[in-house]
């Protein structure tokens, strides 16, 4: 990303923040968006209202705690989502947030085919989901690169919505 001068939003899970409080600084202090992915991600569809809240303020309590930066972007985990689970996270302050290709990496296909999920399905204002895997790294240099070719600005979430 910073060989490519570009910044996206990663979506932090609290307990990952715990285990990674260092990359999580880092991620921050390069300019990246910081949004928030819940706790422990749960199924937010099976948690009562009250429990959804807990786990997007722990979420938050913790980045903030670790990088001075306040979450306000919500990515419910699974992608899960009813009425209930966006007025929880809303009544909190959050914008909901979901994506338009999914790139499936948590399964750690090869990079080419990650690539190729992505560039299958590219349009304006895609919203694409990754995860941290070893395959979406070594996926990403040609991916910008592609994408950047088409002539598509890879840009944080709230760019977007701007």
Not at 11 to 31: E, Q, V
Not at 40 to 54: A, D, R, T, V, Y
Not at 106 to 131: D, F, Q, S
């Amino acid at each position: 990303l910073d060989d490519n001068q570009v910044k996206i939003s990663f979506f932090i899970g609290g307990s990952w923040a715990k285990r990674f409080p260092n990359a999580l600084a880092d991620i921050g202090k390069r300019g990246h968006e910081l949004g928030n992915h819940t706790y422990s991600h749960p199924h937010p569809n099976s948690l009562s209202k009250e429990k959804n809240q807990e786990e997007i303020t722990r979420a938050e309590n913790l980045i903030k705690e670790i990088t001075g930066i306040k979450t306000t972007l919500y990515a419910p985990p699974y992608g899960e989502y009813n009425d209930m689970v966006l007025n929880a996270a809303s009544e909190l302050g959050y914008r909901n947030i979901l994506w338009s290709i999914d790139t499936v990496d948590w399964k750690r296909p090869a990079p080419e085919i990650i690539t190729a999920r992505v560039v299958k399905k590219i349009h304006n204002g895609a919203i694409i989901l990754m995860h941290p895997t070893a395959p979406t790294a070594a996926a990403l240099p040609t991916l910008i690169k592609e994408l950047k070719e088409r002539g598509y600005t890879i840009t944080t979430v709230s760019d977007i919505l701007k």
